[in-house]
């Protein structure tokens, strides 16, 4: 069952633009980009296929915006995991300086 949206207009915003990526997310991750369509994303969402087309346009930019959600986290987590930009930097030199062949 779709989540209820807020009443409030602005976090109605928030929430429809959310819960279309989230049902985005799962829909490509198991149709593929292919395979989705914005019809059934839409309907996963609780809002209509024109809301979706107002926020994202095409069906191609709403996957760039589900990739671009997707890889933002992973690198969050990948920070958080490492220790945070600096950390990530003197690994990634550790790791240069460890297979440089002189």
Same mark, same amino acid.
Not at 1 to 4: A, I, L
Not at 6 to 10: L, N, Y
Not at 85 to 89: A, F, G, H, N, Q
């Given at each position: 069952?779709?989540?209820?949206l =807020?009443? #409030?207009?602005?976090a109605?915003?928030?929430? =429809?633009?959310?819960?279309?990526?989230?049902?985005a997310?799962?829909?490509?991750?198991?149709?593929?980009?292919?395979?989705?369509?914005?019809?059934?994303?839409?309907?996963?969402?609780?809002?209509?296929?024109?809301?979706l #087309?107002?926020?994202?346009?095409?069906?191609?930019?709403?996957?760039?915006?589900?990739?671009?959600?997707?890889?933002?986290?992973?690198?969050?987590?990948?920070?958080?995991?490492?220790g945070g930009?600096?950390?990530?930097?003197e690994?990634?030199?550790?790791?240069?300086?460890?297979? =440089? #062949?002189?």
């Open positions: 069952m779709p989540k209820r =807020s009443s #409030h207009p602005q109605r915003t928030e929430d =429809s633009r959310s819960a279309i990526l989230r049902a997310i799962k829909l490509f991750a198991e149709e593929g980009e292919a395979g989705a369509r914005t019809d059934t994303i839409a309907r996963a969402a609780g809002v209509n296929k024109a809301l #087309h107002y926020y994202f346009g095409t069906k191609e930019a709403l996957y760039g915006a589900v990739l671009e959600e997707v890889f933002t986290g992973l690198a969050e987590r990948f920070r958080q995991v490492l930009p600096e950390r990530c930097r690994e990634a030199a550790a790791l240069q300086g460890w297979t =440089s #062949h002189d």
